[in-house]
């Protein structure tokens, strides 16, 4: 476990609100450890794009309105003086500044005057789970998402701009903020499926070879689905709420897409739900293929024993004393020229053919370093 | 657990959703392992029923119209092209056609202006459980339903059609939808059925011989019965949609008996809860039954053990040289003619003894041999 | 369990649908082993009452309208046709029909235009546990109820209507219908007090000699609990159904009583999930007296074992082969006249000592024919 | 548990309706067991008060109306005449005296025309936990309650009134009943303090000792916790029924109190659900703690057996014959003159040094009456 | 377990009420061991501020309408005069004064007349978790707070104050009720973070050194995860009350907050359940963990045992009284002149060997000392 520990301390770290108790509501601290912004901007309509790379909030002002939609893209919260500028020039609300800051907000939807705020949760599995806050302000022809880091799941949907692909050039800012939410939810899929892959290889392995590795594993996995149950369930009470609530921010077409992502973030939240099921299974399995194995070797100790012991006994109880003079009978093998040796290369030929029984059986050698192996080559790689 | 590993894999990879994330909506990508889809028409009216295979879509519309009821029938998915055509001949949107293909939606209903879409899931059991998705479409005097692969239980529905039984050619489109809904929900019953025979029967097994393929068969049990929970609970909700909304392709006479439909529905979730509770304690009764058994092995080789030893300690601490010399009494074996082959008759005769007890208790021999076959054979055939 | 498993094939048959799936809705198909029907018909008003034994549905429209209050109760479903008649005389919709005949119904109440239908089930407890389904038609002045075979819990009620105790004679169909479904709910009580009975008799046992019958009969008693509550569950939902929906059919004095019974109900699921919670923990009481019965044997084997196993080290490193000439005190034995039988008596003293104390334990002997009479005794005698 | 099982056999006899299934509703059969009643009358304005034992219940009609209150105690419901005096002079409904009789309701509460009729437990611990039912009776001026035999928890309420502290005595009747109802619930509270108190004590006993007697505690415990959570839970709707519905028995100011006293029913159900979750987690530390002697004895067992199996073959190797004439080293001892008692005083020894190890770790020895007389003192006093 | 019993038995002290049942409502009865109150006054307006010190209750009345805002903090509830004298002042109810006095009211608003009455828990975590009960009164242009004892996570705000930052100096009092009920629900997250952290430590350890010390520390977490959600469950649903309901005391500006303290505090109880999930999985591992190394245990004994015990059998057979006359090859160890040394020191290697295995193994030695020392250190220092 202790190569495991260290994602774990980062994970923890992570996990801490930058903004301490008793601060005023709006306070923006920004985690030390956050990337710089790095703000980019996608403006189109159904005839032109544009695409650029800002270093000062500033600029954006001669951007916005050219065209029928402004996508600005923020990746990085690292200063929080360019969240400041970006906050006044598009009148966003403190309280949603500081929950930009504070990646560990749970999906939710919340209305303002003048603009949309919605907190979504990126999955990622490289190695491990690990899921990054996506803050996405809809206004009327602007949409601005802020990112942890860079790299994300929206790169399909900007070759969709690019290449005017499906009608997505054609519509207006809302059909652009479910595009990213479906993205965001979509991907949540194809990591799901590797969990399942994952769950059906402990499967196979828990009956086979129950060892405390695989516990370790199956605890693994109950803890991600966790996770992922935590970033699933309110988002999708976040994607029923743009589809039900009649708010002026999303156009009634738009709105059956959003059904359709709902649809969809109730069949993760199914997965995921049979999974955690599947998975509490396993435990029992793995506790009953325990003591069954227990079962098993307490058979074999019982079987040697308790045919050796009497027998013992009674070679005790005589002795063996036999007197060889008595009768050609009695323990001639005591007079043999190679008594000696004979009694010795039995007792090594018993002794090697239980050594050969046991590594048979698993209970010796080196098991423990091929699990840790195979334990490791199961693991996806980065 | 190695020949079950194929089933696994395969149904792994169709769970895996064809429209890649960030794909435009409505994207259709059909499954390359898909069948070519094979159409069939029943149109029929109260006096006259005809039956058709259709190569191309664009022959129905010939047909349509002909009678009050048109059910067109499409089995395989593998065509895009094929589903796009019908798509547009009947006026079916992007989305629902998109759902058609990702065969694991959950059971629901959908209202457009022309039709409702309808989801359900058929279940399956040859050997091993399979739900196949099922979408319907019913418009005025239309149905249409898609299915993944030839083979349904829609066999009775249309000999009723067939064979003017019950009132169902006299009755409209909504009526022959409830009727292929109540086939799909009847369907269960006897699959359950079977769950119900196999608990019965590892109930049985449980208690006499507690071993690791048991609980093997008992986590595939409560998977496969997680299957049917998340296909049979949206079901129940599906169908309670189309009883109560006031949608205008249901009319009210059909209501009472999709009414009738949802009280199965309900009674099929009954039995799957009551199920999975009886399937949950098994795996208690299992892991008491194996400490249970270790008990009893313990018992034995403690009994024999505590014995022995302090005999045998006794025959050490004599040495067992009593002096023959001294008293005819003293270890006359000793000058036996036929002492030391007694002894080791002795020990023969104890050591067999032991093996039939552990042979009848079942500790000792082939037992796993017998049990897998038992496992194959209670398995249902195709 | 052998003795156990013809009636649970015997239920497993019974649960099984009648009507095949893809009928059309309202075919009746009578289960081959269900008795012929027996018809009987009480009229009565304030003043008299007429009691019938009917052999043609068709004699029923001489009595019906004679008296204030007519009860057709019919036992045995045995026969579709009597069935059919008595549906076409009363008006009865093929539906409820079909729901008669199938009788694994959950509790339910459906208003129909001229009548209610009512399904309920009859707890009956002789040997094993038995529900059998019940429905009733309430109209103006007409009860009908079916039952699956004779023998019910109504005969208090039609002692009731013989002997004019109470108000039922004075009052009108609907406190008929009550006093019925009373009955039904009441029946319960005892049952469950067995059960109460039947878990404080296995408390007692689990500490004192947990065995794995006794898992078995903890299984068999949450089994049984959970197919109570299937019944009670949604009785308590129809007769609140009963008791708060404005239907004509019931008067308001007569709801009053209803509410009375609907109380009885909710106590009922009350017993029930309290005794459920409580066979659930016997699960976790028995696992872990299993475990303590291994630790003291364990003890055992363990203390014995580790005390001798030096001793018998020591006797071994010296051989013993003291030299008897050297000294008196040198294993004078060895000498003895009587030695070896000496030897011999001790050993057969200890073995003997350590048998008894393994047959006081209760680890050796009949305990197992013993278990088994016991818990056969403790079944409810039929 | 032997001597445990006198008070389930009474707690289960009581538990039994004493209403036949199928008696006319309104029957009222006493229990033969049951005392009888004892009637006290306390009547009083804000300037006199006056109390009364009362034989005849028609003594009641000259004291009601005297002062602003009539509190009238029946203490026994042995004696059904009685009952129906009552019931006559106050025009109690007959399904209401049934419930008075029938001392297994849950709490609730029923509005009927001149009166308001609630049902609420008494909780009493003095050995075991027993629940009393108090039925009361709360018309315009008269509170009329019901206990199942002589001692309450209304003694505080009684001098109240007597010394006139508080504003009970200003106040109406409604502000009685609340007094009498707040008493009631606060009473659970050092009942579960109790409770709370013993939970603490397992804790530190189930790590330190886990033996058998401490599961069926924990069980006892758990069981205790769901009588307490039955009686409870429906407590807190009923009180919160009577704090919110517009009922005109019940003041406005009486209200703001009853909400008080609501809350105290969540807080009890707080600590109720708080104690049985707390229960639940003991019994897996107490399986895990049963598993931990176990491995420790295994270890002790191991350590010293494969010690000494090797070496004991070792002296069986060279069967110790060395050759005493050979080499003064080679086993001088056996030519010892105190040679064979020096043995057997090393294996005294090595024996009386193990049997201390095994009485100071606990696994020989008196422990199992200790631990009977531990439980005994720890169960509280009567 | 000894040392931690004391903290337990003060804690279930404190855990009873003060008033005793059946007392007068409203009766005050402080807790002898309270600390006597000590009054705080801040009081405030956009431009100045004043802080005192009080002695006498009565001195507040100049105080109070000299600024906007007026804070009354009471810490130390150990004078019921004190409290009496400022609820005069202050006309709070007594019911609600009760309640600030029995200190283990679930947090809870309820609304009066002239004050908003708020409970609220803060959570202290030194060494072990404490909750202290936090009443809030809000007036309009006043707040009262009683603290059961000094020390608060109010200190941030009142340097806010002080030091005019934010927007406090400029808000009335319900922005001030909000910065206190914000305080105490931020100040949850770094003591959940702790437990975070603790569970991850355990974690790391329940693999490698399953011990019962380590079952203690799980339940331990799990029981202070249970009383962290019995605090911060109601807590959010009272600061919903607060944020959606329409009451007077709280603007809509405020809401706004309030709405964001509400988001934190159902991040608490989204942390709190995942926390206790995944505590609740830890007990499985621990079982599996534990049985894992008795198969272990196992395995080594039955290997080292099976292997010797039959070639003890051998040697017993032969009484390895191989005649060294015969053959130069039989035993001429026995011949040796260190013969009887050489066997000794051949036992003494092997004895040594297996003793530097177990050691290294963990089965013996100083190991409890050393966990009883790790569990010391990681538990935080006060």
């Known amino acids: 476990m202790t190569d495991d520990t260290s994602p774990h301390r980062s994970r923890r770290h992570r996990q801490s609100r930058r903004t301490p108790p008793g601060a005023p509501p709006g306070t923006l601290i920004a985690d030390p450890a956050a990337q710089r912004p790095k703000i980019t901007v996608i403006a189109y309509g159904e005839d032109a794009l544009e695409e650029h790379a800002i270093a000062e909030p500033e600029e954006l002002k001669n951007i916005a309105g050219r065209h029928a939609v402004t996508w600005i893209d923020v990746e990085g919260l690292g200063d929080v003086d360019t969240l400041n500028r970006l906050g006044e020039i598009f009148g966003i609300h403190r309280l949603a500044l500081e929950d930009v800051i504070n990646v560990y ?10 603009h949309l705020f919605v907190v979504t949760r990126m999955a990622q599995l490289d190695g491990m789970l690990d899921t990054e806050q996506i803050t996405l302000f809809l206004a009327a022809n602007t949409v601005i998402t802020f990112q942890e880091k860079p790299g994300d799941c929206f790169e399909p949907v900007r070759a969709r701009l690019r290449q005017k692909r499906g009608q997505i050039r054609t519509r207006r800012a809302d059909y652009l903020a479910y595009a990213l939410l479906d993205a965001v939810t979509d991907a949540y899929f194809p990591i799901l499926e590797k969990y399942g892959e ?52 999303i156009g009634e077409q738009t709105r059956i897409y959003l059904r359709d992502c709902y649809d969809h973030s109730v069949q993760l939240m199914d997965m995921v739900e ?25 058979k074999v100790l019982t079987i040697i024993a308790t045919i050796f012991i009497p027998l013992t006994f009674i070679t005790g109880l005589y002795g063996m004393n036999f007197q060889t003079d008595k009768s050609p009978f009695n323990m001639p093998e005591l007079s043999w020229y190679w008594g000696y040796p004979y009694a010795l290369s039995l007792m090594a030929a018993v002794a090697g053919m239980l050594l050969i029984y046991f590594i048979r059986k698993g209970w010796i050698g080196g098991s423990r370093k091929r699990k ?8 996806p790689q980065k």
């Open 105 to 114: 907000q749970r999906p939710k939807v919340e209305e303002y005057d003048d």
């Open 198 to 249: 994952r769950i059906e290889d402990i499967e196979a392995r828990v009956i086979a070879k129950p060892d405390t590795n695989l516990i370790a594993d199956i605890h693994g996995i109950k803890r991600d689905l966790l996770t992922l149950r935590r970033a699933v369930w309110p988002q999708r009470e976040m994607i029923n709420a743009l589809a039900r609530d009649t708010t002026p921010f």
């Open 274 to 298: 049979t999974y955690r099921e599947i998975a509490t299974g396993l435990t029992d399995i793995h506790l009953s293929s325990i003591n069954t194995r227990l079962n098993e070797i307490m």
């Open 372 to 379: 840790r192996n195979r334990r490791h080559t199961d693991r």
